[in-house]
């Protein structure tokens, strides 16, 4: 199976920036499907930005136009810049991805979340 590694999380101004980074490791096929879900305290997740393994993506409309989402497939990981962030971006940012198997069939896995916490 897939194992992904969430991290560049951080405490910052309102108005700064920062990069989150999910790096893909183990045993698995194609990652066909790649998300930022974060949780903020007391809320359900919810989807922020994904992208296909062609490189389409979908973003949440509060973040339209700040956030960028990548993926680098050579190193099998995933990027989120960003920019102009607001106190209510604060939240555990969980990296989501769907993958085949190596040897056939379809997962979903589960980073550990990194924090963002945005002050004013």
């Known amino acids: 199976q897939v194992q992904l590694l969430d991290s560049g999380g951080g405490l910052l101004q309102a108005g700064g920036s920062l990069r989150l980074s999910c790096a893909a490791s183990?045993?698995?096929?194609?990652?066909?499907?790649m998300g930022w879900h974060p949780q903020a305290p007391g809320s359900q997740r919810y989807l922020v930005a994904i992208?296909?393994?062609?490189?389409?993506?979908n973003y949440a409309d509060s973040v339209k136009g700040r956030f960028t989402i990548s993926r680098d497939n050579a190193k099998n990981t995933m990027y989120l810049q960003m920019n102009s962030l607001k106190p209510e971006d604060t939240a555990v940012y969980y990296c989501?991805?769907?993958?085949?198997?190596?040897?056939?069939?379809?997962?979903?896995?589960w980073g550990q979340g990194t924090q963002v916490t945005v002050s004013s």
């Open positions: 989501y991805a769907d993958h085949n198997l190596q040897w056939g069939g379809r997962r979903v896995s």
């Open positions: 183990g045993s698995f096929g194609r990652i066909n499907i």
């Open positions: 992208i296909t393994s062609v490189g389409s993506t």
